[in-house]
């Protein structure tokens, strides 16, 4: 089934991490996105499309927060705070995670992602005019447990 050892290590280690993850409540592969009826759901591209042409006070006038889903491309954890990287249909977006704004389960379950791994995020124009997810609350869409899963993009 794997071409290496390396694989076939990596393949156990998120399958431990969804394991990890649903001892969390959070369940493995949730049936529903936006998971609210209240979210927008949009996409990345439309997102950038939108945001990317608006000027910093339009989009502080608006506070239009929606939601948005894709793959992590790129992951990094700095102390009580991360960030990461969504692409969808080539677009990307990075979003941000505090330790303080999505409590200790939430942020457990951010160290538990990896490359791959598909996460929903609302999100809201940063004060620069970038548009950039702050969870509030923290969830994932599906684990990516074989490597070859980032090659697909």
Do not use: C
Request: proline share 4%; no cysteine; aromatic share 8%.
């Amino acid at each position: 089934m794997f071409d290496s050892e390396f694989e076939e290590n990596l393949f156990e280690l998120r399958k431990e991490k969804l394991k990890e993850i649903e001892k969390l409540g959070q369940a493995a592969y949730p049936n529903r996105f936006p998971a609210r009826q209240d979210e927008i759901a949009i996409t990345l591209a439309a997102v950038r499309a939108q945001w990317d042409k608006a000027t910093g006070e339009e989009l502080e006038a608006k506070r239009e927060t929606v939601a948005v889903a894709g793959r992590i491309m790129a992951i990094r954890q700095q102390g009580k705070a991360g960030f990461a990287t969504l692409q969808q249909e080539g677009a990307r977006l990075q979003i941000y995670v505090r330790l303080d704004a999505v409590g200790e389960q939430g942020f457990a379950l951010y160290k538990l992602l990896d490359l791959g791994d598909q996460l929903p995020a609302p999100v809201r124009p940063h004060h620069n005019g970038d548009p950039r997810a702050r969870h509030r609350h923290f969830r994932a869409i599906a684990k990516a447990l074989e490597s070859e899963d980032v090659n697909l993009l």
